[in-house]
């Protein structure tokens, strides 16, 4: 059976992020993709399009939308970049807009819910919200990539990324050799 994954953009830098996740999961995964109103100038102001996938858009102001039902059955939504706006939406069930409406479903279906975090520092209120997050259900993993892989340019760091994404969504990839251990 195809998995069903929902893809939300949100208003912070780093639309690369949600480019690559589309890039690799679009061709073996029904995706749908909600953009909001400023991750898509965000995501201009950074040259990155997220036109051409083969994939089912939704504006964010449709609250009507399919995947905002719990009765509509999906696998997991990855908010990627999740700004600190919608994380603190998220946190507190504040359900405006597709986005957060959806992650809302997910938290209360018990449906995988990742927050894909692209702020620094934190204020406390960002780390109350995270934590608020994860109390409710949602996996947190902040765009900090790893460096054992030895990444030679910034799409090994993006990758790194969207690979431990796809790993807790539960969907095989080859981004990233694996750490296999270190021998001192």
Not at 11 to 28: K, Q, T
Not at 46 to 65: M, P
């Amino acid at each position: 059976m195809t998995k069903e994954i929902v893809v939300g953009v949100t208003g912070a830098s780093g639309a690369v992020y949600a480019r690559r996740l589309l890039e690799v999961i679009c061709n073996d995964v029904k995706v749908h993709i909600i953009v909001s109103d400023v991750a898509a100038q965000i995501a201009l102001h950074e040259s990155v399009s997220f036109e051409g996938f083969s994939a089912t858009y939704h504006e964010n102001d449709k609250l009507f939308a399919s995947i905002a039902s719990g009765s509509h059955k999906f696998d997991g939504m990855v908010i990627i970049p999740c700004s600190s706006k919608t994380l603190a939406a998220v946190a507190n069930g504040y359900t405006d807009n597709l986005i957060t409406r959806t992650a809302d479903v997910c938290l209360k279906e018990h449906r995988k819910c990742i927050l894909v975090t692209r702020e620094m520092p934190l204020s406390r209120i960002h780390l109350k919200n995270m934590l608020a997050a994860e109390e409710a259900g949602a996996t947190i993993m902040p765009a900090s990539p790893g460096f054992y892989h030895k990444p030679k340019k910034i799409d090994d760091l993006v990758d790194m990324v969207v690979a431990r994404v796809l790993d807790h969504l539960e969907i095989e990839h080859n981004l990233i050799q694996r750490w296999s251990g270190y021998d001192a």
